[in-house]
């Protein structure tokens, strides 16, 4: 893992978003895959920035979103599609027919909408750059504890701690929704790089499992340990757990040396 330490998420907004704007300014036809939460909308808004000030092209883009709820209408402002539109879509130059979600409704056969993503994500060449946040029992997407490390794109059922924590998002007067449909495990590491975004006290334990503690299905960030290209941007509350923490505060010093000798061109080969 490459662990970039930052000092606020001010700031792991800003170098989350320069491995962003690598791979749209150097690869013709960028596969991203996107993240909802709170974490990543701070990226967003760099992103848009960096968009507005021309920056950064996202016509090109094709994008998938790692999860969405079970059988909620496009339209609910409580759907990650309505999420996504007003956090990023909204504000850049995306062709929206090519920005995907697993939705699937009450009618449809979950098992054959997962297929399907999976279907799709490999016919546009598969992602290029996943981002992700990470919550604090350790998931991704919504790959709770206990996920298969196998796991294709599926309906997972929420934990307790997981809808507790979205809680809250909604309205004393809101439906949660309780399942989701979500990236497998696999399916996300399958792509060329990750970028997960963690920020706040409340992800450190989650933080210390995924990157210092054994890789388990019961903390399923820790699967990216076996991620030949995964970058951890971590402030400083979120990295407070992490074990030798001098080492990482030298190997980010080196790191940054070279992408200042090099570049981060190579996301796009
Ligand atoms: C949500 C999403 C995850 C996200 C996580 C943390 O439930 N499914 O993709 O990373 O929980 O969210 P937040 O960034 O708001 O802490």
């Given at each position: 893992m490459q662990i970039v330490l930052c000092d606020d998420a001010e700031h792991a907004a800003r170098e989350a978003a320069k491995w962003v704007q690598a791979l749209l300014v150097h690869k013709a036809k960028p596969v991203l895959g996107l993240a909802t939460g709170s974490t990543p909308i701070r990226l967003y808004q760099e992103l848009i920035a960096l968009h507005q000030l021309q920056?950064?092209?996202?016509?090109?883009c094709t994008t998938f979103n790692l999860d969405e709820y079970f059988?909620?209408?496009?339209?609910?402002?409580?759907?990650y599609r309505s999420f996504m539109q007003k956090h990023l879509f909204n504000h850049v130059d995306i062709d929206q027919t090519n920005t995907y979600l697993p939705a699937c409704s009450q009618g449809q056969n979950p098992r054959l909408v997962g297929l399907e993503y999976e279907q799709k994500i490999a016919a546009a060449g598969g992602i290029d750059l996943q981002i992700l946040g990470i919550g604090?029992?350790?998931?991704?997407?919504?790959?709770?504890?206990?996920?298969?490390?196998?796991?294709?794109t599926r309906l997972k059922t929420l934990t307790a701690q997981t809808i507790a924590d979205n809680?809250?998002?909604?309205?004393?007067?809101e439906v949660q929704p309780t399942m989701a449909m979500t990236m497998g495990i696999a399916t996300i590491m399958d792509a060329r790089y990750i970028l997960l975004i963690a920020t706040g006290q409340a992800k450190a334990e989650a933080v210390r499992q995924m990157v210092?503690?054994?890789?388990s299905a019961y903390c399923p960030a820790s699967i990216l340990q076996m991620h030949e290209h995964a970058i951890v941007v971590l402030d400083k509350d979120a990295a407070?757990?992490?074990?030798?923490q001098q080492y990482l505060k030298v190997a980010e010093q080196e790191n940054q040396r070279m992408i200042d000798m090099y570049g981060l061109q190579f996301i796009a080969e």
């Open positions: 920056q950064l092209s996202f016509a090109n059988d909620i209408a496009a339209t609910h402002k409580q759907s604090s029992n350790g998931h991704i997407g919504f790959n709770e504890p206990t996920s298969s490390l196998a796991s294709r809680s809250r998002l909604f309205e004393p007067d210092c503690g054994p890789v407070s757990l992490i074990s030798d």
